[in-house]
């Protein structure tokens, strides 16, 4: 449990997270990392415009992937 709600994290043997599932007031998430810093949320994450600077959250139907 941590803050946010019930979650599951499976880290590498040098604790590095490679990935996380939890369940929020938003809504469900599935986070998965790789070696390289590169990340694909799939479910609800904040999302920031970069040009606009605006802020909102994607749809538990959304896969975004960072880096």
Same mark, same amino acid.
């Given at each position: 449990m941590t803050s946010g709600g019930p979650g599951l994290n499976l880290d590498d043997a040098n604790g590095n997270p490679k990935a996380?599932? @939890?369940v929020s007031? =938003? @809504?469900p998430?599935? =986070?998965?990392?790789d070696a390289n810093g590169f990340e694909a949320e799939i479910g609800v994450t904040d999302?920031?415009?970069p040009a606009t600077g605006e802020t909102h959250k994607t749809s538990a139907a959304s896969i975004a992937l960072f880096g």
């Open positions: 996380t599932l @939890g007031s =938003d @809504g998430g599935l =986070d998965l990392y999302l920031i415009t």
